[in-house]
């Protein structure tokens, strides 16, 4: 059974038509399949579906990206790779069955694989977690990632996550610091990360695996430090205006390719990743291709200063930078002039007194 969206109603009343029309048996008996009709209602589900696809809101494309059809890591995981060995467990406390981690091979080429997963059922997404990760999933990552960057292999994430499991649990055992200690790990790696948000990117349990040299989206995923309606309910104190919270928070792959926070965006069919499985699982397959090739003559050292490089240079382009060298150092210089007027207005008490008594000793002589 197809699973609809709000703004879909149309859509589903003319796919319902769609198959009454194919079926046929009949409440009257046997009847005969008017194939003409039924193109007519084709063309048209067609048309509403490219009508309205091409003029999502984020917050709809919020909807899109947490649409239970849409793939996940697993399907990826089982049609992209072969040869897949799944690792487990962290060698500490527990394993996290929301990430699904192991290596693989890629076009004869030994890959290293994290996936995280919500799971297609209720049985599979109480299994998963919802694909919300607990501190054991981030220490088995950081396990396997070190595990790779000693044997020079690839790492390709793939992130669909609303966010780190917030349970009183996962923080007594360090939630915060097994995040933070991802990122650091990420960053330090010396073989060829790839990151690809197919649905939802949320907060910092999707930061801690996006590190990377590479960050690739699908065109109707999103990726943010908060969702919409946590972001509305701390702004608002109303959860009900998460529309007006997915606008301001330029979420959406479009936006996050224009601000330089992600590096490619893949294109969905009309109607999202969900009505065309295939198409999509092309377009990644392509499109780890060409990022592995991308660094294959890079030596070690160049992929972590590609990678450190990168990050340096997010929103520093309208800031205080003199020439484009100084975008990859970790401090900014400021000219001369900003050096004065810092200065003024820190010590402008003491030059307004200092002023007084000079015109005072002027007026005195």
Same mark, same amino acid.
């Given at each position: 059974?197809?699973n609809?969206?709000? %703004?879909e109603?149309?859509?589903?009343n ?7 029309? *194919?079926?046929?048996?009949s ?5 005969e &399949?008017n194939? *003409?009709?039924i193109q007519?209602i084709q063309?048209?589900v ?7 696809y091409?003029n999502l809101s ?8 947490r649409h239970?059809?849409?793939p996940?890591s &697993?399907f ?7 040869? %897949? ?18 290596f ?5 080429q030994?890959i ?5 997963e919500?799971g297609d059922?209720?049985d599979?997404r109480?299994?998963?977690? %919802?694909?919300m990760?607990?501190?054991?999933g ?6 396997l990632?070190?595990l790779?960057?000693? %044997?020079n292999?690839p790492i390709?994430?793939f992130v669909?996550?609303?966010?780190a499991y917030p349970?009183?649990g996962?923080e ?11 990122? $650091?790990?990420s ?7 790839i990151?690809? &948000?197919?649905g939802?990117g ?5 930061v801690?695996?996006t590190?990377t ?5 699908l065109e ?8 919409p ?9 109303d959860?009900a205006k998460?529309?007006e ?8 792959a479009?936006?996050l390719?224009?601000?330089g926070?992600?590096d ?5 069919p ?25 660094f294959?003559?890079?030596?070690r050292?160049?992929i972590?200063?590609?990678r450190?490089l990168k990050f340096?240079k997010?929103?520093? $382009? ?9 975008q990859y ?6 000219? &001369? ?5 810092r200065?003024f207005?820190?010590n402008?008490k003491?030059i307004i007194?200092?002023?007084i008594?000079i015109?005072?000793l002027l007026?005195?002589?």
């Amino acid at each position: 059974m197809k699973n609809y969206l709000d %703004f879909e109603q149309d859509i589903k009343n003319l796919e319902n038509q769609l198959e009454k029309l *194919k079926d046929p048996f009949s409440q009257e008996g046997i009847s005969e &399949i008017n194939t *003409k009709k039924i193109q007519e209602i084709q063309n048209e589900v067609d048309k509403k579906l490219q009508s309205i696809y091409s003029n999502l809101s984020n917050w709809q494309k919020t909807q899109v990206a947490r649409h239970e059809g849409r793939p996940k890591s &697993i399907f990826f995981i089982e049609n992209l790779f072969s040869n %897949f060995i799944n690792l487990s467990g962290d060698r500490n406390f527990a394993d996290d069955q929301s990430v699904i981690a192991g290596f693989a091979t890629f076009e004869g080429q030994s890959i290293l694989v994290i996936g995280q997963e919500k799971g297609d059922d209720i049985d599979s997404r109480i299994k998963r977690n %919802f694909g919300m990760m607990k501190p054991e999933g981030y220490r088995k990552c950081i396990r396997l990632m070190k595990l790779a960057d000693k %044997f020079n292999i690839p790492i390709v994430f793939f992130v669909d996550t609303p966010g780190a499991y917030p349970g009183v649990g996962a923080e007594q055992r360090g939630q915060a610091e097994a995040i933070a200690s991802s990122i $650091e790990c990420s960053m330090s790696l010396q073989v060829p990360t790839i990151t690809f &948000i197919i649905g939802e990117g949320g907060s910092g349990g999707a930061v801690a695996l996006t590190s990377t040299n590479k960050i690739i989206m699908l065109e109707n995923s999103i990726y943010s430090v908060i969702s919409p309606e946590g972001c509305a309910s701390i702004l608002w104190r109303d959860p009900a205006k998460c529309l007006e919270a997915a606008e301001a928070m330029k979420l959406s792959a479009k936006d996050l390719l224009k601000h330089g926070i992600i590096d490619e965006v893949i294109t969905e069919p009309i109607g999202g990743a969900h009505r065309d499985r295939e198409n999509v699982l092309d377009k990644i397959k392509d499109s780890l291709k060409n990022s592995l090739n991308e660094f294959k003559n890079f030596s070690r050292q160049e992929i972590y200063d590609h990678r450190k490089l990168k990050f340096l240079k997010i929103g520093r $382009e309208k800031g205080f930078i003199s020439s484009t060298s100084d975008q990859y150092k970790l401090t900014t210089e400021e000219n &001369i002039y900003l050096k004065i007027s810092r200065f003024f207005q820190k010590n402008k008490k003491i030059i307004i007194i200092f002023l007084i008594f000079i015109l005072g000793l002027l007026f005195t002589l």
